[in-house]
């Protein structure tokens, strides 16, 4: 036998277990052959639902077949996460899964009926850039005299969050507990409400996402003291990233793409191909960029080990800060 008879005997081998393995998706023809339904966990106009839509457009470019978003806020994106758990696992229903759904949402309630378990990790988009933010008559500059200053009055300063539980929450109630600083809680329903508050000097300070909060930073109604993540903001160069004050405080949001556990690794591997290639379009990135978020395609396998490592120590913050939803 020719080598080259060999290699295609060798391919025809491997496209034949490779079929077998996409069970019935595989049997029905190639993946995807229907539209494709995306659940976004939150309301229309959100930075998720945003993200949603620009993934969805692309895909229909790529894939040449519809792709829906469909919106289902609630529970701390759970009752969105159940719905994709629950359905068919043939790669025609995906959601747009964030840090929260997959790390900390499960741990807030009592008995959830979601496990990040249900869901398997089908490509990173990328990390949401978070701002730490106060009112300009806060006597501080960056984290270090933040928390200085709360030491110096424990409880007379107050900070805000999108909701009790939220990464925004999380991450501050982790910087006071490792600086013996105590400041109060003030729960809002979505950012926009608490840093309307903020910058009126009714709440002191806070977490918030860069699409947010940039315009505000730019017209001094805030002042930007420390951002999320290993390193600056490309357009905050003098503003310290946390992990340069406190490196084991290196948690970022991040959005991503799921599916329901069961999905054909084929399937799984041919989504994560295209939204890996996506992802590494100049245009595209710069316009992921402009919301806040920094590009970072990972393999399937890099990408759940990342979802299984973040969601024990989100689960260890949650108890640590005693925040219940239920």
Not at 147 to 152: K, V
Not at 172 to 186: D, G, P, S, T
Not at 245 to 257: C, G, K, L, N, R
Request: charged share 15%; with cysteine; proline share 8%.
């Amino acid at each position: 036998m020719s080598s080259a008879l060999q290699r295609r005997r060798l391919v025809g081998l491997a496209g034949a277990w490779a079929a077998a393995q996409g069970g019935g998706a595989a049997a029905q023809g190639a993946y995807p052959d229907r539209p494709i339904r995306l659940v976004v966990p939150f309301p229309p106009g959100a930075l998720t639902d945003a993200l949603g839509r620009v993934v969805a457009d692309r895909l229909r470019e790529r894939f040449q077949q519809p792709v829906v978003v469909d919106n289902r806020p609630g529970a701390s994106t759970l009752l969105g996460a159940t719905q994709v758990a629950k359905a068919t696992p043939d790669g025609y229903t995906l959601m747009v899964a964030t840090s929260t759904t997959l790390g900390i949402a499960p741990a807030l309630f009592s008995n959830p009926a979601f496990s990040i378990t249900d869901l398997t990790g089908v490509a990173m988009i990328g990390a949401v850039t978070l701002f730490l933010v106060s009112h300009p008559a806060v006597p501080a500059t960056d984290v270090p005299t933040l928390m200085a200053a709360l030491r110096a009055k424990p409880d007379s300063y107050t900070y805000a969050s999108p909701g009790n539980g939220t990464i925004h929450h999380l991450v501050m109630e982790m910087l006071c507990r490792q600086e013996n600083a105590r400041a109060q809680h003030v729960p809002y329903q979505g950012s926009g409400p608490a840093l309307t508050d903020v910058m009126s000097g009714r709440v002191d300070f806070m977490w918030i996402d860069a699409t947010v909060v940039v315009q505000h930073i730019h017209a001094r109604r805030v002042r930007p003291l420390a951002v999320t993540g290993a390193r600056r903001a490309r357009a905050f160069p003098d503003v310290a990233a946390l992990t340069e004050t406190h490196p084991d405080i290196d948690f970022v949001a991040w959005q991503s793409i799921a599916a329901p556990a069961a999905t054909p690794a084929p399937v799984v591997a041919r989504l994560n191909a295209e939204i890996n290639a996506m992802l590494g379009e100049p245009e595209l990135r710069n316009r992921l960029a402009d919301m806040g978020v920094d590009a970072n395609p990972m393999s399937v396998d890099a990408f759940n080990a990342l979802i299984r490592k973040d969601a024990s120590r989100w689960a260890e913050a949650v108890r640590q800060s005693g925040a219940k939803v239920d």
